[in-house]
């Protein structure tokens, strides 16, 4: 989503880094260009106004134009305002000292509020909660079938007393079913509306009375833009919501919305939905995102999956076959399936502080998850021997090869000199070197 400001943002600060000295015309040419990127990235003008506005005057109030690097100190400046304009340091959800943690859900229809639903109470069920969902959306047509359908991927139980009761009704059920079954979560799903009306105000505010929750959260759905900063401004004037769940934040809008919302209705955004499979939503860290938008990586979130899909054993075994050099074509093939549970290939490498080139160069190039599915194939395709010999595969080998795993003798031949490729910077990062990573990812494609 912040593609195209990040390559706008990163541009104009590599000019004024490449500055010996700085003067308050290049820094009002700085402000300029960074204005101008906002406002194309759709961020409410008012605003881009007034963050433009701290950054300048941060710029010329902290002795930054006399400073020995004084292009890195603005960096260093925009970066902090950056994560300031989304909520500064990242926000968690209230928990209760004693019974369920209730977590009430608005939105509107078409937000993505039912799926943010089942992937909380997943992202929850993962850190040991034992969580449950009550489906109160009575409107809409399939909306609790929905919300049972995705619970049970979720490993989460769904409340439901069909479209009949009242919301009201089936929410103070729900939570003295979760009472009574001693649950830690109990996510409440409520009903949308088309627009913000009197109706759906009122049935909110009357589940809120019943279940008295310890959390509120508006999903607003980043594609809409500015309309997703109206939508929570008016929700915040008629009912006092904790936060925002942001969805579909990986998609190709301007990333406006992420970027106002804590700015205009002072509620910060807690949850981002950065895909559409039910694992993919995350703890929303402003200054981390700052940093991403700044080609500066998210080294924390990389750490953080990685922990997910990695014990402490098989990391350590890991890490001594690359120190003795017995890295082979299966321990690559459990590396790849286990970077894949990570999240998209562009999104983990994105991670990586700078990327940003070698990652550019990818979107424009071929490389895609089905690259990925044809190097599985081909690894699958050979012999336990050949796996940890690649020296052995010769002419009728490769030929074997790509016949069983349906590719060409050339797709054989690539894989085999990328994973030499790979060894090679393996054996550099193990002596302490480290290798030319753009370089390497034009090799790997």
Same mark, same amino acid.
């Given at each position: $989503?912040?593609?195209?400001?990040?390559?706008?943002?990163?541009?104009?600060?590599?000019?004024?880094? /490449?500055?010996?000295?700085?003067? !308050?015309?290049?820094?009002?040419?700085?402000?300029?260009?960074?204005?101008?990127?906002?406002?194309?990235?759709?961020?409410?003008?008012?605003?881009?106004?007034?963050?433009?506005?701290?950054?300048?005057?941060?710029?010329?109030?902290?002795?930054?134009?006399?400073?020995?690097? =004084?292009?890195?100190?603005?960096?260093?400046?925009?970066?902090? !305002?950056?994560?300031?304009?989304?909520?500064?340091?990242?926000?968690?959800?209230?928990?209760?000292?004693?019974?369920?943690?209730?977590?009430?859900?608005?939105?509107?229809?078409?937000?993505?509020?039912?799926?943010?639903?089942?992937?909380?109470?997943?992202?929850?069920?993962?850190?040991?909660?034992?969580?449950?969902?009550?489906?109160?959306?009575?409107?809409?047509?399939?909306?609790?079938?929905?919300?049972?359908?995705?619970?049970?991927?979720?490993?989460?139980?769904?409340?439901?007393?069909?479209?009949?009761?009242?919301?009201?009704?089936?929410?103070?059920?729900?939570?003295?079913?979760?009472?009574?079954?001693?649950?830690?979560?109990?996510?409440?799903?409520?009903?949308?509306?088309?627009?913000? @009306?009197?109706?759906?105000?009122?049935?909110?505010?009357?589940?809120?009375?019943?279940?008295?929750?310890?959390?509120?959260?508006?999903?607003?759905?980043? &594609?809409?833009?500015?309309?997703?900063?109206?939508?929570?401004?008016?929700?915040?004037?008629?009912?006092?919501? @904790?936060?925002?769940?942001?969805?579909?934040?990986? /998609?190709?809008?301007?990333?406006?919305?992420?970027?106002?919302? #804590?700015?205009?209705?002072?509620? =910060?955004? &807690?949850?981002?939905?950065?895909?559409?499979?039910?694992?993919?939503?995350?703890?929303?860290?402003?200054?981390?995102?700052?940093?991403?938008?700044?080609?500066?990586?998210?080294?924390?979130?990389?750490?953080? #999956?990685?922990?997910?899909?990695?014990?402490?054993?098989?990391?350590? !075994?890991?890490?001594?076959?690359?120190?003795?050099?017995?890295?082979?074509?299966?321990?690559?093939?459990?590396?790849?399936?286990? +970077?894949?549970?990570?999240? =998209?290939?562009?999104?983990?490498?994105?991670?990586?502080?700078?990327?940003?080139?070698? &990652?550019?160069?990818?979107?424009?190039?071929?490389?895609? !998850?089905?690259?990925?599915?044809?190097?599985?194939? *081909?690894?699958?395709?050979?012999?336990?021997?050949?796996?940890?010999?690649?020296?052995? *595969?010769? /002419?009728?080998?490769?030929?074997?090869?790509?016949?069983?795993?349906?590719?060409?003798?050339?797709? +054989?031949?690539?894989?085999?000199?990328?994973?030499?490729?790979?060894?090679? $910077? $393996?054996?550099?990062?193990?002596?302490?070197?480290?290798?030319?990573?753009?370089?390497?990812?034009?090799? &790997?494609?």
């Amino acid at each position: $989503m912040f593609d195209a400001l990040g390559d706008r943002l990163q541009a104009t600060l590599s000019d004024v880094r /490449g500055r010996g000295k700085l003067t !308050e015309a290049d820094v009002d040419k700085a402000m300029r260009e960074i204005r101008l990127a906002l406002l194309e990235a759709d961020v409410n003008f008012k605003v881009v106004k007034e963050f433009t506005a701290k950054v300048k005057e941060r710029c010329l109030g902290s002795n930054v134009l006399e400073a020995l690097d =004084p292009g890195q100190q603005v960096i260093k400046i925009v970066n902090s !305002e950056l994560a300031s304009l989304m909520g500064g340091a990242s926000r968690d959800l209230a928990f209760a000292s004693s019974g369920p943690t209730v977590i009430l859900m608005a939105g509107l229809q078409g937000s993505g509020k039912t799926t943010a639903c089942a992937k909380l109470a997943r992202l929850l069920g993962e850190q040991g909660k034992s969580v449950a969902l009550a489906a109160c959306d009575t409107q809409r047509p399939a909306a609790v079938e929905q919300l049972v359908t995705m619970g049970k991927r979720a490993n989460a139980h769904v409340y439901e007393q069909g479209t009949e009761r009242s919301p009201v009704d089936i929410a103070g059920w729900a939570l003295d079913e979760a009472k009574r079954e001693n649950r830690d979560v109990l996510i409440v799903d409520t009903a949308g509306r088309l627009h913000v @009306d009197e109706g759906l105000m009122d049935e909110l505010v009357a589940v809120r009375k019943r279940v008295k929750p310890h959390n509120i959260l508006l999903v607003v759905d980043a &594609m809409t833009g500015q309309d997703a900063v109206n939508v929570a401004q008016a929700f915040g004037e008629r009912t006092d919501f @904790d936060g925002a769940g942001m969805t579909k934040l990986d /998609g190709d809008a301007r990333g406006g919305a992420a970027l106002s919302v #804590k700015a205009v209705t002072g509620k =910060p955004i &807690m949850y981002a939905s950065v895909g559409e499979r039910i694992e993919q939503l995350e703890r929303f860290h402003p200054e981390r995102m700052a940093s991403r938008i700044l080609g500066m990586g998210d080294v924390m979130t990389l750490i953080e #999956k990685a922990e997910q899909v990695h014990d402490a054993d098989s990391a350590a !075994e890991l890490e001594r076959k690359i120190r003795r050099q017995e890295f082979t074509l299966e321990d690559f093939l459990v590396q790849m399936r286990q +970077v894949r549970k990570m999240g =998209p290939l562009t999104n983990v490498l994105g991670m990586m502080p700078g990327m940003g080139k070698a &990652m550019k160069e990818m979107r424009q190039g071929d490389m895609d !998850e089905s690259e990925l599915d044809r190097v599985e194939a *081909i690894i699958l395709s050979m012999t336990p021997a050949e796996r940890a010999n690649p020296e052995l *595969i010769n /002419g009728s080998r490769r030929k074997r090869i790509a016949r069983g795993s349906g590719t060409t003798v050339q797709a +054989v031949n690539q894989l085999v000199k990328q994973f030499g490729q790979m060894r090679k $910077m $393996m054996a550099a990062l193990s002596k302490g070197k480290m290798p030319d990573m753009q370089q390497l990812m034009r090799g &790997m494609r």
